[in-house]
């Protein structure tokens, strides 16, 4: 049986639970497509099954904010997943913020061990800062997921370095993710 990762592609298109923007980009569009190349990675490893929260970029879940994350988390439990990715880009009113951060439920959980296997792939992968593993019991797709669940905040959207690397390193987020997830299992790099 492959192991089922769930992503959930932060954000809505437009509207209740859009992401933030910096630079002429979008948080949902990047959300969106490095989910995707996601995705499109593990489902070429037999090992793993993928599914995405969003199947089109203009797909809106929910209909209001809360709903909208609460619809994620069900396709998740419903499938049942066995891992849920959640991904995001940060953002903060002081523009010198920047580098990668991981969210999880709490402390010395399949969820941390997972997620301090992804943030260094990305931050080695990508060439960020590494902002560590934090704990955040109140955010709702870590709360109401019923599988390990980690929160990837790529990158701050409203930092310009952060920014080009968001705007032009997608694959490179996504793939950074699959060596994080990799690392986890013991799995090697499929020749
Ligand atoms: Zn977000």
């Given at each position: 049986m492959p192991i089922r990762i769930f992503i959930d592609q932060g954000h809505n298109p437009s509207g209740f639970n859009a992401g933030?923007?910096?630079?002429?980009?979008?948080?949902?569009?990047?959300?969106y497509q490095v989910g995707m190349y996601l995705a499109n990675i593990l489902n070429d490893d037999p090992r793993f099954e993928a599914r995405t929260s969003r199947t089109t970029p203009e797909q809106v879940l929910g209909y209001s904010?809360?709903?909208?994350?609460a619809e994620r988390v069900r396709l998740a439990n419903s499938w049942p997943a066995n891992y849920f990715i959640s991904i995001h880009c940060n953002a903060n009113d002081n523009p010198a913020i920047n580098g990668t951060e991981c969210y999880v439920f709490q402390n010395?959980?399949?969820?941390?061990?997972?997620?301090?296997r992804i943030l260094p792939a990305i931050v080695n992968r990508v060439g960020t800062r590494n902002n560590g593993v934090r704990i955040n019991p109140s955010l709702y797709v870590l709360r109401r997921t019923n599988m390990p669940a980690v929160l990837v905040e790529l990158a701050y959207i409203t930092n310009y370095e952060d920014a080009q690397?968001?705007?032009?390193?997608?694959?490179?987020f996504a793939y950074g993710i699959y060596q994080g997830l990799l690392d986890y299992f013991g799995f090697s790099v499929l020749g």
């Amino acid at each position: 049986m492959p192991i089922r990762i769930f992503i959930d592609q932060g954000h809505n298109p437009s509207g209740f639970n859009a992401g933030a923007e910096g630079f002429g980009l979008r948080e949902q569009d990047i959300t969106y497509q490095v989910g995707m190349y996601l995705a499109n990675i593990l489902n070429d490893d037999p090992r793993f099954e993928a599914r995405t929260s969003r199947t089109t970029p203009e797909q809106v879940l929910g209909y209001s904010n809360t709903t909208s994350l609460a619809e994620r988390v069900r396709l998740a439990n419903s499938w049942p997943a066995n891992y849920f990715i959640s991904i995001h880009c940060n953002a903060n009113d002081n523009p010198a913020i920047n580098g990668t951060e991981c969210y999880v439920f709490q402390n010395y959980t399949q969820s941390y061990y997972l997620a301090e296997r992804i943030l260094p792939a990305i931050v080695n992968r990508v060439g960020t800062r590494n902002n560590g593993v934090r704990i955040n019991p109140s955010l709702y797709v870590l709360r109401r997921t019923n599988m390990p669940a980690v929160l990837v905040e790529l990158a701050y959207i409203t930092n310009y370095e952060d920014a080009q690397k968001l705007g032009s390193r997608q694959y490179d987020f996504a793939y950074g993710i699959y060596q994080g997830l990799l690392d986890y299992f013991g799995f090697s790099v499929l020749g």
